[in-house]
C-alpha cells in the first residue's frame, strides 16, 4: 500500500520569506501523480500544484514550486515571497494511476504553515 | 460556474442513528469521490462513484454506503453511527479520463454525540 509521510507538523515563516516544506512517499508503481493541496479555515482542499511522476522537470506556478527527487522518493514544496493569505494546513497527496479505477488520492498528515508578519 | 457544493454544513447525531450527506459535483463532472477528514489528520478516502456505480472503496465498513444519481449528484449514508465517524466529510469530483484534477467541496461536519 502507498504511504505519505509529512514530517513537520508545524512550520513557520516570515512575510515575504521562503519556505519548504517535506514529504516523503513510498510506492512500487511507476506511474503516478503527486499533489500538495491547501487547506484554509475554510476547510475547502485547494490544489496547490501538481506533479507527473515520468516528467523529470519540476512543477512550478507562480510563487510555488516543488523538488521532485523520484528515485528519493521525496517531494517538497517550496513557497517564495511568503504571503498572509498563505497561511493553512499543506498537505502532500498520492494518485496511483497504474491501474483504471484505482484513482484515489492517499494524503498525508499535513503542515501547519503560519506566516509571521 | 458553480464548484462543489455540499449539504448540510454541520449537523449533530446520536450514536447509533443514521445520516445522510449530500453532494453536488461540479459542473461538467461525472465522477464523485468521498474522504472522512478526521480532527487533526488528513483526508482518508472511502469510495468513488463513476456511472452510477461505486468503481473504488477504501478501508470503510459497510455502515458507510453511496448513491450516485443520473445528474451525477452523490449521497453518502452512514448507518448505526459511532463517536469515532465524528469527522469533516469531504466530497470531491473530477472528469474522466483518469487523471484530471480533483476539486473539492467545503466538507459536512459530523459531530456525533
Known amino acids: 500500500a502507498q504511504t505519505v509521510t509529512q514530517s513537520q507538523p508545524e512550520m513557520s515563516v516570515q512575510e515575504a520569506e521562503t519556505v519548504t516544506l517535506s514529504c516523503t512517499y513510498d510506492?512500487?508503481?511507476?506511474?503516478?501523480?503527486l499533489f500538495w493541496y491547501k487547506q484554509p479555515p475554510s476547510r475547502q482542499m485547494i490544489l496547490v500544484i501538481r506533479?507527473?511522476?515520468?516528467?523529470?522537470q519540476n512543477a512550478t506556478e507562480n510563487r510555488f514550486s516543488v523538488n521532485f527527487q523520484k528515485a528519493a522518493k521525496s517531494f517538497s514544496l517550496k513557497i517564495s515571497d511568503s504571503q498572509l493569505g498563505d497561511a493553512a494546513m499543506y498537505f502532500c497527496?498520492?494518485?496511483?494511476?497504474?491501474?483504471?479505477?484505482?484513482?484515489?488520492?492517499?494524503f498525508g498528515t499535513g503542515t501547519r504553515l503560519t506566516i509571521i508578519p | 460556474d458553480a464548484g462543489v457544493t455540499q449539504s448540510p454544513t454541520h449537523l449533530i447525531k446520536t450514536r447509533g442513528q443514521q445520516v445522510t450527506l449530500r453532494c453536488s459535483p461540479k459542473s461538467g463532472h461525472d465522477t464523485v469521490s468521498w474522504y472522512q477528514q478526521a480532527l487533526g489528520q488528513g483526508p482518508q478516502f472511502i469510495f468513488q462513484y463513476y456511472e452510477e456505480e461505486e468503481r473504488q472503496r477504501g478501508n470503510f465498513p459497510d455502515r458507510f454506503s453511496g448513491h450516485q444519481f443520473p445528474n451525477y449528484s452523490s449521497e453518502l449514508n452512514v448507518n448505526a453511527l459511532l463517536l469515532g465517524d465524528s469527522a469533516l466529510y469531504l466530497c470531491?469530483?473530477?472528469?474522466?479520463?483518469?487523471?484530471?484534477?480533483?476539486?473539492f467541496g467545503n466538507g459536512t461536519r459530523l459531530t456525533v454525540t
Open positions: 510506492t512500487s508503481e511507476s506511474d503516478y501523480y
Open positions: 506533479q507527473e511522476a515520468y516528467k523529470q
Open positions: 470531491a469530483s473530477s472528469l474522466e479520463p483518469r487523471g484530471s484534477p480533483l476539486h
Open positions: 497527496a498520492y494518485r496511483d494511476l497504474s491501474n483504471f479505477g484505482n484513482e484515489k488520492l492517499t
